[in-house]
């Protein structure tokens, strides 16, 4: 995947596709992604680290902070696939 381009859902980024949970195992540490749901503002930042069987993966928000994301959590990610 590795795309400079940052991913945001809508009209900004119509290229930016919903990445379904069984193509995470294609999410490479630096990937850009954008990750909503759940009642909160999109959050965009680069995977730092994808899980070996590729069940969750963690993405950089704002610098510092990081977030999880796993199967069945109520988010959606999006980015582009190669």
Known sequence: MNGDTLATPGPLAAQ????????????DPGDRVTVTGNGFEPNHGPVDNVSED?????????????????????????????
Do not use: K, M, Q
Request: aromatic fraction near 24%; proline fraction near 5%; charge should be neutral.
């Open 54 to 82: 590729a069940t969750y993966f963690w993405v950089w928000i704002n610098g510092p902070s990081r977030i999880l994301i796993f199967h069945g959590d109520g988010t959606v990610t999006y980015g582009f696939l190669s």
């Open 16 to 27: 930016a596709r919903p990445i379904d949970y069984h193509y995470w195992v294609h999410l």
